[in-house]
């Protein structure tokens, strides 16, 4: 599946038009990749026709050129490239060399110790068995980029302080519950395509026969989604994302990332955010219009609604948590970990027990 | 031989239905009356803060099992601490709960508090799957994990929208753990300073 991903990266480098067709065949992905890419950029047959690249300066009409002027015209047809397809190439990089979960396995230690819990090793079953000896990572082992992460994540408890929270507090404060909750309903229906999306690329029929009928019922029953009538008729929301869709194609996490303004994240959730986005028809509507602005409008709604949503919710934890960071990052964690289970197949069983040594006094 | 293993998987799957059934209706029976327990207490303006407070207290210690949470939640670290540091992370780990749940639970007054069904888990332990219904119809789920000892039902776990708060702070005591250079009195004193900040 790893690999499945590499392979994507590479048609997305592809799509670029930066990575030559020799290239394009080999689908391993290491560090001199950047360096490569860019010779190939500035080849001989790209240099003889200077014409064909306006941004080239060519000092000698014979064809010699300078090498150090060559490395400066790297620099000048980068910044034509644009400084986000450079960005954005280095960052799909560094999510594939981050998406091998081997340094998870490394330090995994067994949360499931039965020397914990005296007394109870003969009513394990066959299914607590698989669950001793195979234990789920835990969030703390699964971030190696803790030190960049809780960089960002100041980052963005800064912007949350100054920007953020003061916006969800004068809309909380000026806009009564009534009409918010009208807001939150008209941004959740029209998500629902999304859903819809990734319910079909799961597979799951079921939920995408619940999706699109909550679309169809709240958009027209519900008046262009103000209101939630479908959940009445006993079509209840579930969330789905192409996170989660990758997540049910059997691609791995990847360690745990904080991104900037977004926040808690991984690799795979990164890549399930631009997905949700490629996939909404909306944004399709939007790009082809030239009309992206409703596209960020949108985005900058959903999240004032969802910060405003969860304000007391995030100080009550801030407030109570010894280490903010840790705390979100479970919460993270966890959350996943349930979004991604069906109603069924949910148990608790890596939870607290009676031992012999729990009484009080 | 193998007609023999199935026919005993069948009775003991069979059995272990049956005797869940039962302790399913016995845990969702407990949950209801802790609910509405507390939900009279919380509705209660009859009596002061303080005796609200206490009773409140009196709750949360009788009915969730305190101390094998807070084992659960030190983790790995349960077996490096030494006996005065388990009885000292025991106890501040005991305010801390109950300041914590008790300014949660204070937040939610006018609520509905519903038992949805229950769940036995393969542990032994039962799952009581509740919901909060909030003034505008949105509800929250939350299950409560139950084992019973010695014919006493208690709370082990409370797990909000599929978040397990032991879980959750386990990593959260492990990483201030970590951060102290590996020694539990990082995480002893860390708790300190936050009970002596929110008594002020």
Redesign the interface.
């Known amino acids: 599946m790893i690999s499945l991903l590499k392979l994507n990266i590479w048609t997305l480098l592809s799509f670029t038009r930066l990575s030559s067709p020799r290239r394009r065949g080999s689908r391993e992905i290491n560090h001199t990749i950047i360096p490569n890419l860019f010779r190939d950029l500035f080849d001989k047959k790209m240099l003889s026709d200077p014409g064909s690249r306006p941004g080239l300066k060519v000092q000698h009409d014979n064809g010699y050129l300078d090498p150090r002027l060559r490395e400066d015209d790297n620099c000048g047809i980068n910044v034509k490239c644009s400084l986000l397809v450079r960005a954005s190439i280095a960052f799909l990089i560094f999510l594939s060399l981050t998406l091998s979960p081997s340094y998870a396995q490394q330090d995994a230690?067994s949360?499931a110790?039965n020397?914990?819990h005296p007394g109870?090793e003969e009513?394990?079953?066959i299914?607590?068995w698989i669950e001793v000896m195979n234990p789920p990572p835990?969030?703390?082992d699964n971030d190696p980029f803790e030190s960049f992460n809780r960089l960002v994540f100041s980052f963005n408890e800064f912007l949350d302080m100054v920007l953020i929270e003061p916006l969800s507090r004068m809309y909380h404060d000026l806009v009564p519950?009534f009409a918010r909750?009208r807001v939150g309903y008209a941004l959740r229906n029209l998500s629902e395509p999304v859903v819809f999306a990734n319910n079909l690329l799961q597979g799951d029929l079921e939920g995408a026969r619940v999706t699109l009928g909550r679309f169809v019922v709240n958009s027209t029953l519900g008046l262009a989604g103000l209101f939630d009538a479908s959940t009445d008729c006993g079509l209840p929301y579930k969330k789905e994302d192409f996170g989660l869709t990758l997540a049910s194609w059997g691609i791995d996490a990847g360690p745990y990332l904080v991104l900037p303004v977004l926040g808690p994240s991984n690799p795979r959730d990164a890549w399930g955010k631009a997905g949700d986005y490629a996939l909404d028809p909306i944004n399709w509507w939007a790009y082809h219009r030239k009309k992206e602005v409703y596209s960020y409008t949108r985005t900058g709604v959903q999240i004032i609604d969802a910060k405003t949503e969860n304000l007391?919710l995030m100080n009550?934890l801030r407030?109570?948590?010894?280490?903010f960071?840790?705390?979100l990052?479970?919460?993270y964690?966890?959350?996943r970990?349930?979004?991604m289970?069906e109603k069924e197949e949910?148990?608790?069983?890596?939870?607290?027990?009676?031992?012999d040594?729990?009484?009080?006094e | 031989m193998l007609k023999k293993f199935l026919l005993s998987a069948i009775f003991l799957v069979w059995t272990h239905e049956a005797i869940a059934t039962v302790e399913g209706e016995k845990a969702e029976a407990f949950m209801t009356e802790i609910g509405n327990k507390v939900i009279t207490l919380l509705t209660n303006h009859s009596i002061s803060p303080q005796e609200k407070a206490a009773q409140f207290q009196d709750v949360l210690e009788t009915k969730f099992n305190v101390r094998a949470i807070g084992k659960f939640v030190l983790g790995r670290y349960w077996k490096q601490a030494s006996k005065e540091e388990k009885e000292k992370f025991l106890a501040l780990f005991k305010v801390s709960t109950v300041s914590c749940y008790a300014t949660r639970f204070s937040e939610y007054t006018s609520e509905k508090f519903e038992v949805v069904g229950s769940r036995t888990e393969k542990d032994g332990g039962v799952t009581v799957l509740t919901r909060i219904v909030r003034p505008n119809g949105q509800s929250i789920l939350i299950d409560w994990k139950i084992f019973e000892k010695k014919g006493e039902m208690r709370i082990y776990d409370v797990i909000l929208e599929g978040i397990s708060m032991s879980i959750t702070q386990r990593s959260e005591y492990a990483s201030v753990i970590q951060q102290g250079g590996g020694k539990i009195q990082a995480l002893i004193t860390a708790l300190e300073k936050k009970s002596g900040r929110q008594s002020r």
């Open positions: 230690w949360y110790d020397e914990q109870k009513k394990l079953g299914d607590e835990s969030a703390e519950e909750e007391e009550d407030n109570n948590a010894i280490d960071y840790a705390t990052r479970a919460w964690y966890e959350r970990k349930d979004l289970l949910r148990v608790a069983l890596d939870t607290p027990r009676p031992d040594d729990d009484d009080d």
